[in-house]
């Protein structure tokens, strides 16, 4: 049963990784650097801080324990001019599979191996409500970059009605 649910919960946690991915297939490298909002994140510093602060920080640093180096303020939404994008979706992934890596070897209730100190009034919580919180914060992240890819060439994921 606790397999079939780490299934579940995975399957859609992929779902919404491959979304995010396929949102920003095609645009061109100066498009992934494009801030369309008037906060001004681009496509590529919201996919370096779910690298960064969502993908490494849960998985490797919360639930496996691995030394990682945190990011202070709004730095993970930095890319550097000389940062190819290829480079930061390359690491989206590279932080996507270890995390695959790490639920497939943890137990599903497995509570964390680090918990930050400046978490203050968030518990730590078992794997299960970590994936729970990785999902609903990648398809948020997702339609973030469903509306800016539609802002920056008209090109739309998923399109539910006209």
């Known amino acids: 049963m606790a397999n079939e ?12 990784r491959e979304h995010l991915l396929g949102a920003l297939d095609g645009l061109s490298e100066e498009d992934l650097r494009r801030p ?22 849960w998985f490797r640093g919360a639930v496996a324990g691995e030394p990682i180096t945190l990011t202070s303020g709004d730095e993970a939404w ?3 001019a000389d ?3 290829a480079a930061i979706l390359d690491r989206y992934r590279e932080e996507v599979a270890k995390a695959n890596e790490i639920i497939a ?4 209730d497995a509570m964390p191996k680090w918990w ?3 978490f203050r ?10 994936i729970l919180h990785v999902i ?21 994921w998923l399109v539910l009605t006209r």
């Open 105 to 108: 070897v943890t137990p599903i």
């Open 121 to 130: 009034d968030f518990p730590p919580r078992p794997l299960r409500q970590t």
């Open 83 to 85: 940062v190819p994008g």
């Open 36 to 57: 369309v909002l008037p906060s001004a994140w681009t496509p590529l510093g919201l996919v370096r801080h779910l690298a960064l602060e969502v993908e490494q920080f």
């Open 136 to 156: 609903t914060e990648t398809a948020t992240h997702a339609g973030h970059l469903d509306a800016a890819r539609e802002l920056i060439d008209g090109g739309q």
């Open 116 to 118: 930050p100190g400046f």
């Open 78 to 80: 930095q890319v550097p």
């Open 5 to 16: 649910e780490k299934d579940a919960l995975l399957a859609s946690l992929n779902a919404q």
